[in-house]
């Protein structure tokens, strides 16, 4: 399988994604910034978050992007079934694993590894929004892991105390899940067509995850995500895992802050975030998107959609599910 040198014409990548969305605001002087219409949630054509001016970077790295359709000369998927396969586990961390349904078991179906929010238990986001019938319908195999109480944290700190497990969330994603699942199920192997979901703490965990695993991963979706911990300088959350700020600014800017990282930087992503957010704010998504843009200039493999009238809630997560595979199926399939 062939990953792209270099972005190729903005309008040939426009045509190939779809972005074109007739619920979609149109106004205003960024194209992949757009205001979605969802249900019960109101689109004012006014309320648009304009990108700030920064200097766009020479010869930006490539973003990768798979450039052939799925053929079928691939490796059956092992140890599991058409349906829900519950229950299993990777040392003592729980995870289930979705095939979606009149599909056959081979390694050609996409694969979206599927991330909670903030001490969510792993079937929340199958409980409160629609995801299985998205995966039918596209044919996306899911895995849930109980990802529970994590930043995706690379490492911990003897001045604080909150342990998510035996190892840090983003080490284990790294060195235990991704291998593990890779072994027993032929899944998440490097060059396959592995995506990354997530919602508010799991989409932090997006691009951290992407970000230590450049290789694996060709596309992700972090909605109501937060990237610039030093802007929450009072998030008693980061506090628990990075110690206050005042004392060890290092960890707050460091390896764990994905805009920090931005010229690491290589998966398309779909950025979504509620402007009515009273968790996190909406900043920390469009502020991800500027620097992005900035490294990479405006393409469609980097978009952002700020919705007007959302919180951080699943009526918002849910709604946002129809972009989120249209825009993998994008990548995938163009």
């Not at 490492?155 to 105390?161: F, G, K, N």
């Not at 890779?182 to 703490?201: I, V």
Request: positive net charge; charged residues 20%; hydrophobic residues 35%.
């Amino acid at each position: 399988m062939l990953r792209l040198s270099q972005l190729i014409n903005f309008t040939f990548f426009l045509f190939l994604i779809g972005v074109s969305i007739s619920a979609c605001s149109q106004a205003g002087n960024n194209e992949n910034i757009k205001i979605v219409a969802s249900p019960d949630i109101e689109v004012m054509p006014d309320s648009r978050k304009q990108a700030q001016s920064i200097s766009i970077k020479e010869n930006p790295s490539p973003i990768n992007k798979k450039s052939v359709p799925m053929n079928d000369n691939y490796q059956e998927i092992l140890g599991l079934k058409v349906g829900w396969t519950k229950n299993l586990k990777i040392d003592d961390v729980a995870y289930d694993i979705y095939i979606p349904s009149g599909y056959k078991l081979t390694a050609a179906l996409p694969c979206v590894l599927v991330l909670p929010g903030w001490n969510f238990p792993r079937t929340s986001w199958v409980k409160n929004s629609n995801l299985p019938s998205y995966a039918d319908r596209y044919g996306y195999i899911l895995i849930l892991p109980e990802m529970g109480k994590t930043l995706y944290e690379s490492q911990y700190y003897r001045e604080t105390s909150l342990r998510w497990n035996k190892v840090p969330g983003g080490q284990f994603i790294q060195t235990r899940l991704i291998p593990e699942i890779a072994r027993r199920h032929n899944l998440l192997k490097p060059g396959g067509y592995n995506m990354l979901l997530g919602l508010s703490t799991g989409g932090r965990g997006v691009a951290l995850i992407s970000l230590e695993n450049p290789d694996i991963f060709i596309a992700g979706a972090s909605l109501s995500g937060d990237f610039s911990q030093e802007n929450m300088k009072g998030d008693r959350l980061m506090k628990s895992v990075y110690g206050d700020y005042g004392k060890f600014p290092q960890r707050w800017l460091g390896r764990d802050n994905p805009q920090r990282r931005v010229n690491e930087w290589k998966m398309p992503l779909f950025l979504s975030h509620g402007l009515e957010d009273k968790v996190v704010p909406e900043s920390q998504s469009r502020l991800f998107y500027q620097r992005l843009t900035a490294r990479f200039g405006s393409t469609p493999l980097i978009q952002y959609q700020p919705v007007v009238g959302a919180d951080h809630n699943y009526q918002y997560w849910s709604s946002q599910l129809p972009y989120v595979f249209q825009f993998f199926n994008g990548i995938i399939n163009p």
